[in-house]
């Protein structure tokens, strides 16, 4: 069965920094890209980042680029996203998610259940 | 940056046809996936590469594209279908992944 489950979030002061993990299980985790996606309060999705399987390539949101910066470990089956100088913008349920490619279509297959972070004084 | 458009809000009754759309000026290049996420739940795919569907989900649930739109279509929508609906795609040069903002499906 596949799963993948986040930790890490949390309440953090504005202009700190958090590291969230998402630990898999269930699949050949080097074989497959990995992303990050997350949830304002009330709002839509909005993809945040993205790192291929042997983390040769990396992509970012505008709005996180400079501050967040992802990267995996497959010895660990693990991926993470190192959060900097964070604002309260990234107030969020950050989710980690599997990346499915075929015939130039990108699709995320498997989600974790979320991890919430916070930032407020 | 590049946005994918979806309509805020879609009604209908139950049984009726519910159609979603989703417009991006890379979709006629690109491949738009659709997710379904209910009420403090993860999103769940429920169509990728335009019109197929995962296994598990129902047959009621299908997706179309032509030109720059994207559409989800739920043939006789249920109760259990109300969700909030999200396209999902890539921008012209295939680095950059984006969500449309999001369409809450009303089924009553």
């Known amino acids: 069965e596949v799963q993948l489950v986040e930790s890490g979030g949390g309440l953090v002061q504005p202009g700190g920094s958090l590291r969230l993990s998402c630990a898999v299980s269930?699949?050949?985790?080097?074989?497959?890209?990995m992303n990050w996606v997350r949830q304002a309060p009330g709002k839509g999705l909005e993809w945040v980042s993205y790192?291929?399987?042997?983390?040769?390539?990396?992509y970012y949101a505008d709005s996180v680029k400079g501050r967040f910066t992802i990267s995996r470990d497959n010895a660990k089956n693990s991926l993470y996203l190192q959060m900097n100088s964070l604002r309260d913008e990234d107030t969020a349920v950050y989710y980690c998610?599997?990346?499915?490619?075929?015939?130039?279509?990108?699709?995320?297959?498997?989600w974790g259940q979320g991890t919430l972070v916070t930032v407020s004084s | 940056s590049y946005e994918l458009t979806q309509p805020p809000s879609v009604s209908v009754s139950p049984g009726q046809t519910a159609r979603i759309t989703c417009s991006g000026d890379?979709?006629?290049?690109?491949?738009a996936c659709w997710y379904q996420q209910k009420s403090g739940q993860a999103p769940v795919l429920v169509i990728y590469?335009?019109?197929k569907r995962p296994s598990g989900i129902p047959e009621r649930f299908s997706g179309s594209s032509s030109g720059t739109m994207a559409t989800l279509t739920i043939s006789g929508a249920q109760v259990e279908d109300e969700a909030d609906y999200y396209c999902?795609?890539?921008?012209?040069?295939?680095?950059?992944?984006?969500f449309g903002g999001g369409t809450k499906l009303t089924v009553l």
């Open positions: 269930g699949f050949t985790f080097s074989s497959y890209s």
């Open positions: 998610a599997r990346e499915r490619y075929g015939s130039g279509s990108y699709y995320l297959d498997y």
């Open positions: 999902y795609s890539t921008d012209s040069s295939g680095n950059h992944r984006v």
């Open positions: 590469e335009d019109s």
């Open positions: 790192i291929s399987s042997s983390s040769s390539t990396i």
């Open positions: 890379a979709l006629p290049k690109k491949y």
